[in-house]
């Protein structure tokens, strides 16, 4: 399936020449360069790293390693500079040389190395996200290949079916306009279709115009005309299968226009540092140009990483081992490349024993400057924006301002969106925010009291948790006396809290008394504080310790004190990403079943949704969408709050099995689409300015959000998760914030009275 749609990709590269030596001379080339012009066979490791370094400092995503057809067979001083350097060949310095570039940068390495043998192609696969080599033409007769073996198109298409068969995301292509005629090209594109159709292999298939360059074989060729081009990619999209991408390089046709009209969805590599090497005298259009050119074409520009999104998405299938965690670490909710500004880079980490805290891992050594959540950065202004009213976002939008009710097909579609769609569907839910609460902006004065960190589960995301069963076994674990909980409770009053939030660990000793002991410890200590405490997973373990049925319990726990419960647990509400995030925790039933029952006994509670981790957009639809269904039933959720996954010390992400977190596009998404899915039904949308920070949840409150959350004197979970926001806020900053965006501000009560109504 293609997922682009409306939407045209290119890869942000770094173009990295290996060698410039090949044992081919092509009619057309001018990249391959004989010993008397360049004095050095290879870049040497230290020339590699700086070039991707520039790379990954621009904000590239991929390092595009393209080289001569195996120099060593040809000339003496690169066969002498590798064996001197330890290499045995120009593949095997292209394997180190990729591993480098994955270490010191984290760029995902795309080898174009020519036509390979299956065993160099296996050796390659472990250090690159895709591999690549243009057929070119299936004539063998032709004047430019006449001195180049390599070009055969035995040897080619031989190349092509052996990464099929090992797997390997691969990209190759056609040259138009060499001395071939339309049914070679035919001939060609039904090969690399047969090819595709064996194996699934081919990602993509480049549509390349020949361009004549002075000082080759061809210089007075005439160039391939524009309608002939435009022709061939017709012919391409119509006969390659519709999962594979057609692309034609920007930068070798004056006016791109006619090209995506033909077909094309993919626009390749575009470096913002390096030239094309290939076609050094075709400088490539900067990314804004092209964005502009494609939004007037209706159209939005999308970047992706080397490894196209339905491959991405297969890892065990489609990516050796080694590269799933490098193409991860890169890649958003869709498999396409994260789209904030700065600096990627890999995350090294150190222990730091912060004991009580929960923080013991440390980021060390250059650090990425790219948003992501619990970062210190601030996020990228998306927010207004210049919206878009079209195509499929405009669609559901219209549908919803009339009365319809987005279900998971529409919702994945707005979660989706990209360019001035976000924009639309943000300014579509401030809109929605206003008719449902007004310009108000609330937040509530608590104290988070997390009573223990020991516990019996084993969530993968979860850095707080200590326990033996714990994925995270470092730093020391704690259990807070009932004394201490009813001291911290009794300390917010004083400071004005109107709220106490008790959530912690499963602790093995437990049993549903210890809960309802919480709660009388905590009105015995301050009887008019709002106990808002104890997850789903809480809730269900203590009442199936006691053997109690749910409800019943639930009754006692209100009797005792408890007025509401966090949505905290529910993760994500689909259980295919839970049996990834937390196997053994409440499923979604459970979940949804725990807080039915809590709605029927009287006691309120919210949707949270934690995202950004290792699930994708369909399954915050889903959640949306079954959070939504026991609305309507109970009526019971007060707000919904969007908790970005905060990767720095999860577990799962230092086990290199989970992404950064949301990109701050997704952030924006999950809170303006919660709005739009829960219209009417919930009218409070929280920001976590202790995930996003008070930027990002500036940035949220103009798109869907009303609500800041809580003052939260400590909290703890987050922090443990590596987040560097501080542990609690005061009420003038909430109105520094809110008043920069001329609403007022009021402080509410958790159940969203209006605070002094309670006080
Ligand atoms: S998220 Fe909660 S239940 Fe899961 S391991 Fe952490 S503390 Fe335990």
Known sequence: MIVTGSRITYSPKVFI????????????????????????????????????????TAGCHEALFTLGERPEARYPDARAWLALHGYDSTVDYLVAMCRLVIAETGLLPHANAGALSEDELAALRPVTASQGMMIETLRADLRCHRGAPDKTPARRLATLDAAGRLAIPFTTGILVGIGEDRQDRIAALEAIARSHEGHGHVQEVIVQNFVPKPGTAMQDWPPCPADV????????????????????????????????????????GISPVTIDHVNPERAWPAAERLRAICEKHGTTLVPRLTVYPEFALDPTRWLDEA????????????????????????????????????AEVSVIGRRSTVWCSGGSYDPPRLLPGSPRMGGRVGEILQGVEAGQEPGVEELTALFSARGPDVAAIARFADALRFEAVG????????????????????????????????????????????????????EAWELGATEVCLQGGIHPQFDGEYYLAVCRAVKAAVPDIHVHAFTALEVTEGARRLGEPLESYLRRLKDAGLRSLPGTAAEILDDPVRRILCPDKVTTDEWLECHRAAHRVGL????????????????????????????????GFTEFVGLPFVHMASPIYLTRQARRGPTFREVVLVHAVARIAYRGLIDNVQ?????????????????????????????????????????????????????????????????????????
């Open 439 to 490: 310009d108000v902006v609330t937040f509530v004065k608590n104290r988070n009291i997390n009573y223990t960190n020991i516990c019996t589960f084993r969530c993968r995301f979860c850095g707080f948790a200590k326990g033996p069963l714990s994925l995270n076994l470092r730093g020391k674990p704690y259990l807070l006396d009932m004394d201490v909980i009813a001291e911290r409770a009794r």
């Open 604 to 635: 309120a509670s919210n949707v949270t949704m934690m995202f950004g981790a290792v699930e994708q957009p369909v399954s915050w639809a889903r959640h949306l969408v079954r959070t939504r269904d026991l609305q309507k039933e109970t009526g």
């Open 229 to 268: 081009l435009v022709e061939t990619i017709a012919l391409a999209r119509s006969i390659l299968p519709a999962a594979v991408h057609v692309q034609a390089p920007p930068n070798l046709s004056d006016d791109v226009v006619p090209l995506l009209e033909a077909g094309i969805d993919d626009f390749g």
């Open 17 to 56: 020449p290996l060698t410039q030596r090949c044992r081919d001379a092509c009619g057309y080339c001018t990249f391959a360069q004989p010993p008397a012009r360049l004095a050095q066979p290879y870049l040497t490791a230290d020339e590699v790293v700086k070039i991707a370094r520039q790379g990954a």
């Open 687 to 759: 920001a976590s300015w202790v995930k996003i920070g008070l930027r990002g949840a500036e940035q949220l409150l103009e798109g869907g959000a009303n609500d800041l959350g809580g003052t939260l004197m400590n909290e703890n979970i987050s922090r443990a998760a590596g987040a560097e926001h501080g542990q609690c806020m005061d009420e003038e900053s909430f109105r520094r914030l809110v008043s920069g965006l001329g609403r007022p501000l009021e402080q509410r009560t958790t159940l969203y009275g209006r605070a002094a109504a309670l006080v």
């Open 323 to 358: 590269m799933r965690f490098p193409v991860l670490d890169r890649s958003d909710a869709e498999g396409l490349a994260r789209d904030d500004p700065g600096v990627m880079l890999p995350q090294r980490t150190a222990d730091v024993g912060q004991p009580l805290d929960g």
